[in-house]
């Protein structure tokens, strides 16, 4: 039985496309719904780093900027040791909707796991994808 590959959401939002770009690439709007803190060098190649209070980071490497169109990073597996060098490639493709943003998210790159570490990682990211695009919608509304 093939494992689902791939995370997918969309959001509806009320904001235009720069705003959601805004919170999607700049430190002080990945530091607010995304981690605790961010440090963002947004160039292709460039890393954005998160930091939470718990004493969890993560390191994003850019892979695909069109602004304000669409950010994809990659970024170490939930669940693997660290130094694992398997990834899975983040996209964000933002998409004029009247006066708001069509907001697609998808996370791609689960099918290269194990069985175990298949689960873990994959359902651990559809819980957190929830988590954090919620923390997302929260920011853009003025609620964070």
């Known amino acids: 039985m093939a494992f689902p590959n791939r995370i ?16 999607l690439t ?4 990945l530091g607010t719904w995304f981690g605790n803190s961010a440090e963002v060098d947004l160039r292709v190649g460039g890393l954005i780093k998160l930091a939470w209070t718990s004493g969890d980071t993560a390191t994003l490497a850019i892979e695909r900027l069109e602004p304000p169109r669409v950010l ?7 669940g693997l040791p660290e130094g694992d060098p398997r990834r899975t490639y983040v996209e964000f493709t933002l998409e004029p909707a009247g006066d708001g943003t069509t907001l697609t998210m998808v996370e791609s790159g689960f099918a290269q796991l194990p069985d ?11 819980g957190g994808w929830t988590n954090e695009l919620g923390e997302l919608v929260a920011y853009l509304d003025g609620r964070l």
């Open 8 to 23: 997918e959401r969309t959001l509806e939002l009320s904001q235009p496309p720069e705003r959601v770009w805004t919170a």
């Open 72 to 78: 994809g990073y990659t970024w170490a597996i939930y």
């Open 116 to 126: 175990d570490a298949h689960k873990t990682a994959f359902d651990g990211n559809t």
């Open 26 to 29: 700049t430190a002080e709007g």
